[in-house]
DNA sequence: TGCCATAATGTACACGCGTACATTAATAAT
DNA sequence: ATTATTAATGTACGCGTGTACATTATGGCA
């Protein structure tokens, strides 16, 4: 039914092995034999097995990608998810490998060493992982093994396990200075669920950022949602209520800050003349709203990009086969009408 | 390294053939050696290796879904993507399958026969096709093969490509009724790209639903864009001149509604007031726009888990395997402000 | 010419599992 | 108790490739 290599080393008058090496490029070999099997391989539509091989190989040549999944809901932006995507996917298909999409049931430990056990990938990436005991004990086991795998935006205290991230924390430093700047001094801060290592970095950026300008944090101003629209809604109450408090307010994400902006816009505000609002991610509706977000452009497509790469190459450089990645990558803040511009 | 099966039988008391079984639950096996085997397994932190597997069965255990891909471009909505993608890794893990994800770069023919060849896939599912002769040629040539594949969204001439689609005559209709039955009569048309025939799908509810309530077609207030925010936008010049022609929009899709609606207000006019718009898709930033959009809801996740569930059963059900999918699903007209409610 | 190094190719086997078929054990029917 | 039937398990091999090792061709050099 396939034609397999026998047929295509009997066209071509020589052994199999020396198809194999043709096809994989491997060894020495005449250019005029060279030739010769290819044109016997395209003569008899002849492919590599890619099951065999990665049979023969051990590896399944599969980079796995772990993503929370609740059916119907969406625990993050799209946004985020499909910049990351692209961005594995651009790098592993440039290294020739195939892209396994996994999705892991929240609440449960995801057992990622078994991917690896039974060989469905050859190193992986968490997608969403957070601080909380499921997320941490799964990632710990697969730090255990010493296995390659690297998780996205969230930092870990285990020292052995490997991370790609945005450097939040100097994205919301610049957000919160870019208000004192403007000459806002009341500034708020309405935060995402604290499960994310990604929201204490925005905090640290906010105080220190308060800090540097002098002014003194007041706890009152400081509102804590979960990176939902709804909560950046419910979040409208007490903010409208502090109304007087407050200059401004630097929201985590785009999502909350468009909640945020929908609930003051029905109780009566104008935006941005009654608040400024700076807000996180520069997601495609961050442009969409009235007013545009000013809002912290986080390089997601790279991120995404800058793990695979990494961790394909810790597959053949023998080398670098125990290194742990670390990188942090820089934000940069777009300005657009929300904070007053 | 790994342990194999031997080591189990070993252990287990039992020949590998048995171990097997007892893996996967074939044939009728004493619960003794079932449990056995199983303590055994467990014991040596054995599981199977799925490579090996599919390369004994000679089939990937894999779905492919192919997406057009071109870096840091968005052709669509991610709203789109990340709503199948969630429907058919629903179906996939259910049944046990792995999700493959595949880039296809626009504009070259992609070798979607290759996928099988190389038997990367057992089967698989395209987004974003188009009419175009590159997008075209490559799902020709997969249904000539007769291979299982299931092209999302987009109808095709020849009758052997399977297809799960939206109803979008009857959205489209919906939509268009809406703002006739609110009295409206002089109902203008955003259109997207021409290469999908969700497009032509579109425009004939369009005309059908004005024929029915004996509206004389205009076609000077039909006008075009690319399903881009940018292309509403655009639009929003003609669109703007032509107001005292208009009444109300029917828009193809949310995002150049939204551009259209950013163009509109730009110019001055005041929405909904000024022109009543009724958008299509029904994603996230449907609701977070000013005013929010009556649009029609289109159940990506469904369609997405339905081609899928399909597919996978057209594998097994040895006397499906010929079957064409061919569905076509209902869509929901969502009411918001923007249609003047 | 003879010798050696390297190029080029061939031989042979492992990889881990699924499964057809053969065999033996248990149970029912007579 | 014997036989027929079915349950339960074992034996043996194939799946298509990568690759270690063996073998043969080739060319340079003395």
Same mark, same amino acid.
């Given at each position: ?5 026998? &047929? ?7 052994s ?8 994989n490029?491997?060894?020495?070999m $005449?250019?005029?034999t060279?030739v ?5 391989a395209k ?6 097995n890619?099951?065999a ?11 796995g ?6 059916p119907?809901?969406?625990l ?5 998810f ?12 440039? $290294?020739g490998?195939?892209? %396994?999409?996994?999705?892991? =049931?929240p609440a ?7 991917l690896?056990?039974t ?5 992986c990436i968490?997608?969403g992982a957070?601080?909380?005991?499921t997320d941490?004990?799964?990632? *710990?086991?697969?730090?255990?093994e010493?296995?390659p795998?690297?998780v ?8 052995s ?10 994205g919301?430093?610049?957000?919160v ?6 000459g ?15 929201s204490w =970095?925005?905090?640290t950026?906010?105080?220190k950022?308060l *800090? ?9 101003i400081?509102?804590e949602?979960?990176?939902? @629209?709804?909560s +950046?809604?419910?979040a409208?109450n007490l903010?409208?209520?502090? %109304?007087e408090?407050l =200059?401004?307010?630097?929201v985590? *994400?785009?999502?909350?800050a468009? +909640?945020?902006m929908?609930?003051l816009? &029905?109780r +009566?505000?104008q935006?941005p ?5 700076v807000?996180y991610d520069d997601s ?12 912290v452009?986080?390089?997601f497509y790279e991120m995404? @990009?800058?793990?695979a790469?990494?961790?394909l190459s810790?597959?053949t ?5 125990e290194t ?12 657009r009408k929300?904070s007053g511009?």
């Amino acid at each position: 039914m396939t034609t397999n290599r026998k &047929e295509v080393a009997r066209l071509a008058g020589v052994s199999e092995a020396t198809v194999s090496r043709v096809l994989n490029g491997i060894g020495p070999m $005449k250019e005029s034999t060279r030739v010769r099997v290819i044109e016997a391989a395209k003569q008899l539509n002849y492919e590599l097995n890619a099951v065999a091989s990665s049979f023969a190989r051990g590896k399944s040549g599969n980079l796995g990608v772990v993503l929370p999944h609740v059916p119907k809901v969406h625990l993050f932006s799209t946004y985020y998810f499909s910049e990351i995507l692209s961005g594995i996917g651009e790098a592993v298909r440039s $290294k020739g490998y195939g892209l %396994l999409l996994l999705f892991r =049931d929240p609440a449960t430990v995801y057992d990622y060493v078994s991917l690896f056990r039974t060989q469905r990938v050859d190193a992986c990436i968490i997608l969403g992982a957070s601080a909380v005991d499921t997320d941490m004990e799964g990632v *710990n086991r697969l730090a255990e093994e010493r296995l390659p795998f690297c998780v996205m935006d969230q930092r870990f205290d285990n020292p052995s396990v490997s991370v790609v991230a945005a450097d939040h924390e100097q994205g919301s430093y610049e957000a919160v200075k870019h208000l004192i700047d403007k000459g806002y001094r009341k500034i708020g801060f309405l935060n995402g669920s604290p499960q994310y290592s990604n929201s204490w =970095d925005r905090m640290t950026g906010y105080r220190k950022a308060l *800090n540097d300008a002098g002014i003194k944090l007041d706890e009152s101003i400081i509102y804590e949602g979960n990176y939902s @629209r709804t909560s +950046g809604n419910r979040a409208a109450n007490l903010v409208y209520a502090d %109304l007087e408090k407050l =200059d401004a307010i630097f929201v985590s *994400n785009d999502r909350m800050a468009i +909640g945020l902006m929908q609930g003051l816009r &029905e109780r +009566g505000c104008q935006l941005p003349e009654d608040l400024k609002v700076v807000a996180y991610d520069d997601s495609d509706a961050a442009s969409l709203t009235e007013p545009p977000l000013t809002t912290v452009k986080v390089p997601f497509y790279e991120m995404g @990009r800058l793990a695979a790469e990494k961790l394909l190459s810790r597959l053949t450089d023998k080398d670098e086969t125990e290194t742990v990645i670390n990188e942090k990558l820089q934000t940069e803040l777009k300005i657009r009408k929300s904070s007053g511009n």
